[in-house]
């Protein structure tokens, strides 16, 4: 019936979406050498340019939606069951579609960007759109050589597709990745403008200006994108954990870590003028560290669960990552004698050091995550081996850093700018530091009996002293997390406090009003500190994991089993159709200590039609503020309906959602228009259409954000039907078992080298047989360790051993921070005596026209606080 | 089944924005869009645009200061301190404000006091309503077509012939103009039409 050939068609937008790109690209160029009446040609070129790659999608969608399965993106990721929506998600369900909804996402913020500068930065305009352009050939390029969503299938076409890997066939799939998408493509929008500052030499506040709003967007998003791969792992994987230190899920969060770097540190180029090239760094790499991190994940050169099929469009990444590291060095160098600034700070306890201190520890987490995540590369290069770093490595590690993070984030809002006074520091922290001894004391007094003791047993990842005191570090982790937490909660906490009863004092205003207009008055500050309060939440969620009970059975229909302080009876196995699927459900019944009935659960199998070889286990959970009890359904028996099931209780992972949710209010808050702004639009029609626009991308935000809220709540009404990874299950009889397994990855060469915890191949289970009768022998752990190393290898081994490269693994990161710590206080030093060095001026030597000049800011400054 | 429609309307809707927005971008090449009006912003040099930001900062600084001395939050004898430094800082940025507009002030006082020398006729005039904002009294007429002009203009703005007026007087204005803090490449960002008045700089 179709007479449109979608395959061509979509290939020739594609083309036309490089040429219309080229087009912007050049007139921009032209504009910002010297022709300004341009900009309006270069403004229309790239919104026709967004409008090719809009077109392109629909096709693509269209295909979709018509089961177009000559084309060979369609026939391999839907097949004629699947419901609309999963057609609709398959478009960046693989790897070529994927590049195509970047373009389209790119697109989408190009529009806003547009829309929202008009008349604005003008000067910058032109190279921002050049840049932009170039990001979209870029990826025009990609698609059209390596990875066209339009290519068609070899010979004829397909009377069904392949249909969607059912891991994927879920409510997860359709909003995960979008949002992950949104994080990384918005970080162009800043980088654009940058490089626009770069190129006209036009580098003080301006571009910060400029793309502050566009920063805290993207970050905003790929917070939430990190946030619901969480979840996403946690309700649908089966495996139990939220976080697995998996490459894609590094890949997403170096990006992070160094654009909240960027965030802290342009606060102080804000008011001094300072760090400016350090500022341009950060942002060029925020936005290298997403490219260079979709790269890491789809070139295949590392081994994910995210498996995106290996391609060969790796290569034209790599080209693009030594443009933009020649490109931006190159800026950079040249713009060098502008971006000079006068560096002085007065103390060592200022804000502006203490920003300098975030930026320390972000940096170092990041370059920790990037060698361990890089080291199969590095070693096979090396050593020719590769050596794959697991989740215990990140886990023991990132402990002491995340605890210095916290610190920080205590210790910071207590400064002030330019200089805090020992006595005066000591004074402001005195609250929350009591606060934190209150929490502590009850933490060391009450934590065992209800649960959470404070110190808890840890395994040492090295046999050495590095080893032991990682153990001992991570081993009170959870009493460092709620101390340091409690003191971070007890500094916001006052921060607010003392502003509202400024205002109830001075302005006579009731608590509430004084609460809402101090926070209207300064967003990003408060925002800012209520994102510090739902990352400390957070932090207490991750610390729970430590408090987690596991336990594995096998039940006849009626038999209970107990786990921590619950019981859970298994009732009866229910098998239940649809046309895509058969589901095998587990009744359930929780029961706690009384045994009084909490509610059923029904963890399941489906056996997808199209995929009968990948049962997916679907788990069930009950969540609750306190802890999380999560069921595994293992095997069935259809006969004897005997069972085996796997329940963790998990304390405190509610804590993770909730902090998150409160992070993503923050940032609501932080870039949301004051009442003010919005009055603001009755003031004359240019103004008026300016705030509109600026109404418009504010409530988009809040729109994107507040359907990220709603996520959780979905989750809850149907915890009972997801799906898993996992297609088998292993069982795990003991903790030490469970450590041990952890280490030792799997080497029948077909999984993506999975430790022995996971890998459900019949070579691991072998090898776990093995182990266990060594295990049952009285042979111990770090003896079976070595042993599997000599057989297969360091590459064997999840955790690198505490020598040669393996040692060089956290070496490497630690002195690097060390490094970079001495550094800072050095230059601190030296900035600090460059500043003793001006005189200061006092009163007595002011001149008339000094007192003439003061009335005047007194003037100025009343109108400041007026329109504030 | 719908959907598919949907997705080809729109796709076509998109291919029919791309297409006018191509054409309004060739239009806007060939010059016969219209132009986005001048900001005043815009014109700024980069120095005096820099003291601006470090004006803005600055009082920034002095109020978040004095909120966090109300709030307790800073000693007595760091707010004295920190508040005289940048109250220091802030006098000086004023202090470069000025000195950068002076000469224009001057040029401006002087203009005043020879409108005021005309004596009291010209503020008596009844404030004029003609669209030129000129008053009348102190314009020129032109000899050709006896049409008003401005005190300054050198040729007639109704017929184009040449005035007698001040050219004294013209050529400093001029000279005012050029010498103005305006960043020169974008002073001259309208080829397709005229700066509106929201452009001009003071």
Redesign the interface.
């Known amino acids: 019936m179709t007479t449109l050939d979608i395959p061509f068609l979509g290939s020739l937008v594609l083309c036309l979406v490089l040429v219309c790109a080229s087009y912007t690209f050049v007139v921009s160029v032209a504009t910002g050498r010297g022709r300004p009446h341009l900009l309006p040609a270069a403004r229309y070129g790239a919104l026709a340019t967004c409008g090719f790659v809009a077109f392109a999608l629909f096709l693509l969608a269209y295909a979709f939606q018509t089961h177009d399965f000559q084309i060979r993106y369609v026939a391999r990721y839907s097949d004629r069951s699947m419901p609309w929506w999963y057609l609709v998600a398959s478009l960046w369900g693989g790897q070529d579609g994927s590049l195509l909804w970047w373009t389209f996402l790119l697109s989408g913020y190009t529009v806003a960007v547009t829309l929202w500068m008009r008349g604005r930065y003008r000067e910058l305009q032109p190279w921002m759109f050049a840049t932009l352009m170039t990001i979209f050939g870029f990826f025009c390029i990609t698609m059209l050589f390596a990875a066209n969503p339009f290519a068609t299938t070899v010979g004829a076409a397909p009377l069904d597709g392949e249909g969607l890997n059912p891991l994927l066939q879920n409510y997860w799939m359709a909003i995960h990745p979008p949002s992950l998408y949104m994080g990384f493509v918005g970080w162009s929008i800043p980088f654009a403008i940058l490089v626009g500052a770069l190129i006209t030499g036009r580098l003080s506040r301006e571009w910060i200006d400029a793309s502050r709003l566009w920063a805290m967007v993207a970050w905003s998003f790929l917070s939430l994108g990190l946030l619901l791969g969480c979840l996403w792992s946690y309700e649908e994987l089966g495996w139990g954990g939220y976080w697995a230190w998996d490459p894609v899920e590094n890949a997403s969060f170096m990006p992070w870590l160094v654009g909240t770097a960027f965030l802290h540190s342009i606060l102080t180029q804000e008011r001094y003028g300072m760090m400016r090239v350090w500022n341009v760094f950060l942002l060029c790499l925020t936005f290298f560290m997403t490219i260079f991190g979709t790269f890491l994940t789809r070139s295949g050169l590392i081994a994910s669960v995210h498996s995106f099929a290996r391609s060969d469009i790796g290569i034209y990444f790599v080209w693009y990552l030594g443009f933009l590291l020649i490109a931006c060095t190159a800026l950079i160098i040249w713009r060098l004698p502008k971006l000079r600034s006068r560096n002085t700070i007065d103390s060592m306890l200022s804000r502006e050091f203490a920003f300098l201190l975030n930026n320390w520890i972000l940096l170092g987490m990041m370059v920790f995550v990037l060698v361990a995540t890089t080291a199969p590369l590095l070693s096979d290069w090396l050593m020719n081996e590769k050596v794959t770093v697991g989740p215990p490595f990140y886990n023991k590690w990132m402990v002491p850093l995340g605890i210095i993070l916290l610190l920080l984030m205590g210790i910071g809002p207590l400064t002030s700018w330019r200089k805090t006074t020992g006595r005066g520091f000591w004074r402001a922290a005195l609250v929350p530091a009591v606060f934190g001894l209150v929490v502590f004391s009850l933490h060391v007094a009450f934590g065992a009996r209800l649960g959470y003791p404070p110190v808890i047993s840890s395994d040492e990842i090295y046999d050495t002293a590095t080893g032991r005191a990682l153990a001992a570090l991570f081993s009170v982790a959870p009493l460092l997390v709620t101390t340091v937490g409690a003191f971070v909660i007890g500094t916001v906490v006052q921060e607010f406090w003392r502003g509202v009863r400024v205002r109830m004092r001075s302005k006579g205003e009731s608590p509430t009003t004084a609460l809402v207009r101090l926070v209207s008055r300064a967003k990003r500050r408060y925002g800012g500190y209520i994102i510090h309060v739902g990352i400390v939440i957070m932090f207490i969620g991750f610390a729970g994991s430590a408090y987690d009970i596991e336990k594995e059975a096998a039940l006849q229909p009626g038999a209970a089993m107990h786990v921590g302080d619950y019981a859970v009876r298994y009732d009866g196995a229910r098998m239940e159709l649809d046309p895509s699927k058969r589901m095998l459900f587990t009744d359930m019944t929780l029961l706690d200590k009384k045994g009084d009935d909490l509610g059923e659960i029904s963890p399941a199998k489906f056996i997808y039609a199209t995929h009968p070889d990948m049962p997916t286990t679907e788990v069930a959970i009950r969540s609750r503020l306190d802890n999380d009890v999560y069921v595994i359904m293992s095997t069935v028996d259809p006969s004897t309906k005997r069972g085996t099931f796997r329940v963790i209780v998990r304390p405190l992972v509610a804590w993770i959602w909730l902090g998150g949710m409160i992070v993503l209010f923050g940032c609501v808050l932080t870039m949301s228009p004051s009442v003010k702004e919005l009055l603001a639009a009755t003031k004359g029609a240019q103004t008026e259409r300016r705030m509109r626009r600026r109404l418009a991308v504010a409530l988009t935000a809040l729109f994107l954000l507040a359907f990220g809220l709603s996520v959780p709540a979905l989750v809850q009404a149907q915890s009972n039907s997801s799906s898993s990874l996992m297609a088998g299950t292993v069982i795990m009889h003991d903790p030490l078992e469970k450590q041990l397994f952890g280490r030792l990855l799997c080497q029948c060469g077909d999984c993506a080298r999975l430790p022995l915890t996971e890998c459900t191949c019949s070579w691991a289970q072998r090898e776990r047989e093995k182990i266990r009768a060594e295990l049952a022998a009285g042979v111990s752990p770090g003896a079976i360790e070595n042993s599997y190393r000599a057989q297969f290898g360091e590459a064997a081994l999840s955790v690198p051993s505490d020598e040669g490269f393996g040692r060089a693994m956290w070496a490497l990161p630690v002195t690097l921070l060390v490094a970079a710590g001495a550094g800072i206080f050095f230059v601190g030093r030296r900035w600090r005596r460059a500043g003793d060095a001006l005189t200061p001026v006092t009163p007595d030597g002011m001149l008339m026209s000094d007192i003439d000049y003061d009335r005047r800011l007194d003037d100025e400054l009343r109108r400041f606080e007026e329109d504030a | ?1 719908a ?2 429609a949907v ?2 309307v ?2 076509a809707l ?2 029919v ?2 297409i006018g ?2 054409w ?3 239009r ?2 060939e ?1 016969t ?7 005043r ?2 014109l700024l040099s ?1 120095d005096r ?2 003291l601006l ?5 600055l ?7 004095s ?2 001395h ?6 007595q ?2 707010f004295e ?2 508040d ?2 940048f ?2 800082d ?2 000086d940025v ?2 470069a404000l000025d000195v950068e507009v002076a000469p224009y002030r001057e040029k401006a006082e002087a203009l005043l006091a020879e409108r005021l020398a005309r004596g009291p006729a010209a503020p008596a005039a009844p404030p004029s309503t003609d669209d030129q904002g000129a008053p009348p009294a102190l314009g020129q007429a032109c000899a050709a077509c006896s049409g008003t002009n401005d005190p300054d203009a050198r040729f007639c703005k109704h017929c184009g012939a040449r005035l007698p007026g001040e050219a004294p007087a013209a050529q400093r204005r001029a000279d005012a103009h050029d010498d103005a803090p305006v960043d020169r ?2 002073a ?5 039409g005229a700066p509106s008045p ?1 452009g001009e700089v003071a």
């Open positions: 089944m959907l598919p997705f080809i729109l796709a998109a291919l924005t791309v927005l191509l309004q971008s060739f806007a090449i010059g869009a219209a132009v986005d009006p001048v900001r912003d815009d980069p645009r820099a930001e470090r004006k803005a900062a009082l920034q600084s002095l109020r978040d200061l909120f966090d109300e709030a307790g939050k800073i000693s004898e760091d301190r920190l005289e430094q109250r220091a802030a006098r004023l202090q490449s974008t001259h960002v309208s080829r397709g929201g």
